[in-house]
């Protein structure tokens, strides 16, 4: 079992007995076995992001506290400066999106994220737990923005505001090059 399962494991359980809710109750909440959350509190089986995204929901919490690096989680001190090479990186196996975490935390009233999607690739987007206030920037390559029954195709430098109801795709719409871009949410729901 990889020490990332491990750390997922002990976060979700550090953060149910915080909230005062038994594994049972939880496996309630989730539709997910008791004894299948024990697991993976123990690390002796991961999840998939979709079983993950359940547990955040119900625990009402960011999906990220999960996933993120244990020091961008409860850094000693804040520390405004995200590294390049340092930051949170995080994809599902239902997704072809591969995300980064941009801010230093997940403390704050936004998030920032970037994302890339390789060439004929994209995904559906599910929507988030609460209603959110979304902008994208593109940075390289062609990023197909879908708005309930608009389209948008944004090439480097364009951007794009919307509430997050309102999106329902992302794709590459880009023939050779993976698209790249920056996304800003608030509140802080990812």
């Not at 690739?121 to 879908?146: D, F, M």
Request: proline share 5%; with cysteine; glycine share 6%.
């Amino acid at each position: 079992m990889m020490n990332e399962d491990i750390e997922v494991g002990q976060r979700i359980k550090e953060c149910r007995q915080l909230l005062g809710i038994s594994l049972r109750e939880l496996a309630g909440r989730t539709e997910l076995s008791a004894a299948f959350l024990s697991q993976v509190e123990r690390g002796q089986a991961n999840t998939s992001i979709s079983s993950l995204r359940r547990i955040a929901a119900a625990l009402d919490t960011s999906l990220l506290y999960f996933l993120a690096a244990a020091e961008a989680q409860s850094p000693p001190q804040h520390i405004p400066v995200v590294r390049a090479g340092r930051r949170p990186k995080f994809s599902s196996p239902d997704s072809v999106v591969e995300y980064e975490l941009l801010t230093p935390d997940l403390s704050r009233k936004m998030e920032v994220i970037c994302g890339r999607v390789k060439p004929g690739s994209g995904n559906v987007v599910r929507h988030l737990r609460e209603p959110t206030e979304e902008w994208i920037y593109v940075l390289s390559g062609a990023l197909l923005v879908r708005l309930q029954t608009e389209e948008y195709v944004l090439g480097p430098g364009d951007s794009i505001y919307f509430e997050g109801i309102q999106l329902s795709a992302l794709e590459c719409a880009s023939k050779t090059e993976d698209v790249v871009w920056i996304s800003v949410f608030t509140p802080a729901v990812f």
